[in-house]
């Protein structure tokens, strides 16, 4: 995937005002009109230039992808790292439109809603004259799986998005420190009452919603509140059976290995996975592994099972 400079389809400066954006997208936007455009590619242009401005007219989107780029070098193919949008507090409307068929799969894998800066927390509406609270805000935060087993209290840093007198963005980190509730799961919203915008009129500040996301572990892989661990095994602890210590999110437990096991089997562990009102399980997946045949006295035992031990494990490809 191509990335898209929206700073040249505009035709601006990166460090442009939000005036100067403004008046660069009128200038542009009548150009490719395909109503009156006779430029080449009228139409492609004109999307393109809608899609920039999508982004460059809004703080958030903005700094966002200002971040995001500031690696980027010409001539690189484009992919999102992976914790794109992790610990950036956007508006709750945020992500709201960021389905536009017309945008181009950049600006989808960016802004849309399977993306970190998907549609986030509820928005709040503000009524002139009468006391209205605060617009909520919505950040993504990473944390270990360990935190969302045994929960945790921990300090963030968030980056907040913000238009100067000048009409510049700035970002202005801000750190908090959070609870996160035993359980949480991958997608789960965390909220932080009143941590959200100042309210209008007397109205009370909106809210903070942390959207969870666990970091990769070492030895886990996590789908809801399941877990599943790859646990090694001998030869010989899979064709006689054994017990074997097993860790597990709560510590080592004894876990029996029945005889005849083969690789990718799956065992389950009953709740001994992500509590909650129904807790989670975690399922074991044997592999076989095979010692090395790396002295002399091991390739002899190894012959020496080629001769007793007569087996074809090709068997059932045999027509």
Not at 246 to 258: C, Q
């Amino acid at each position: 995937m191509d990335y898209k400079d929206y700073y040249k389809i505009i035709g601006v400066a990166r460090d442009a005002s939000a005036d100067e954006i403004k008046r660069a997208y009128r200038r542009a936007a009548r150009k490719y009109h395909p109503d009156v455009s006779k430029e080449n590619n009228a139409e492609q242009r004109f999307k393109e230039v809608q899609e920039a401005h999508e982004v460059l007219k809004d703080p958030d989107k903005r700094a966002a992808y200002d971040q995001l780029g500031a690696n980027w070098r010409q001539g690189q193919q484009f992919t999102p790292p992976p914790d794109w949008g992790n610990n950036f507090e956007f508006s709750g409307s945020f992500g709201r439109g960021a389905e536009d068929p017309g945008f181009s799969d950049f600006f989808s894998s960016l802004f849309g809603a399977r993306s970190g800066f998907g549609p986030g927390g509820p928005p709040r509406g503000r009524a002139r004259g009468y006391p209205s609270p605060g617009e909520s805000h919505t950040a993504r935060i990473e944390i270990d799986l360990e935190d969302a087993f045994n929960g945790a209290t921990t300090t963030i840093e968030l980056k907040s998005p913000q238009l100067n007198e000048d009409g510049h963005v700035t970002v202005r980190p801000r750190t908090l420190k959070v609870t996160i509730p035993k359980g949480v799961i991958e997608g789960q919203q965390v909220r932080l009452a009143g941590q959200g915008s100042a309210g209008s009129g007397g109205g009370p500040a909106g809210d903070l919603y942390l959207e969870i996301v666990l970091r990769p572990h070492r030895l886990y892989k996590v789908e809801g509140r399941d877990i599943s661990l790859n646990l090694p095994i001998a030869p010989w602890e899979a064709a006689l059976g054994a017990t074997i210590q097993t860790p597990t999110l709560a510590g080592a437990v004894e876990l029996r290995i029945p005889a005849g096991a083969r690789t990718d089997q799956k065992l389950r562990l009953k709740g001994r996975g992500l509590p909650g009102p129904t807790p989670g399980d975690q399922f074991v997946v044997l592999k076989i592994v095979t010692p090395p045949a790396d002295s002399d006295d091991k390739r002899v035992f190894y012959e020496r099972m080629q001769r007793e031990l007569p087996f074809n494990p090709r068997s059932e490809l045999e027509q």
